[in-house]
């Protein structure tokens, strides 16, 4: 059974940093395309950032770029999600997503078949 279980959640105050990981069973990194979504309350899910399973391209969304790096063990079959001088407006649930295809010309896809239940990420003095 594929599954994909995120960590590393938590409260911290804005500035401050976080880590999140997401590990994988069932399957491999490997050639797999990976991203990070967060949802906050009342807003949409938002596609922040992903990174190819076959080159480690990765893309940024326009709100956390500068601040947030994405990065793979594929050894460890982690993804991690590397969160700097987080802001209140960063305050979500964070999820991961895995696919095995790619689109052309795209790091990100449009769509994922695997997720994970995702960690709670609270930004607040």
């Known amino acids: 059974q594929l599954q994909l279980v995120e960590s590393g959640g938590g409260l911290v105050q804005p500035g401050g940093s976080l880590r999140l990981s997401c590990a994988a069973s069932?399957?491999?990194?490997?050639?797999?395309?990976i991203a990070w979504f967060r949802q906050a309350p009342g807003k949409e899910r938002e596609e922040i950032s992903c990174i190819s399973g076959s080159d480690g391209s990765t893309d940024y969304a326009d709100s956390v770029k500068g601040r947030f790096t994405i990065s793979r063990n594929n050894a460890k079959n982690t993804v991690y999600l590397r969160m700097d001088s987080l802001k209140p407006e960063d305050t979500a649930k964070y999820y991961c997503?895995?696919?095995?295809?790619?689109?052309?010309?795209?790091?990100?896809?449009?769509?994922?078949?695997?997720w994970g239940q995702g960690t709670q990420v609270t930004v607040s003095s």
């Open positions: 069932g399957f491999t990194y490997d050639y797999v395309t």
């Open positions: 997503a895995a696919d095995f295809a790619t689109m052309p010309g795209s790091v990100c896809l449009n769509e994922y078949d695997y």
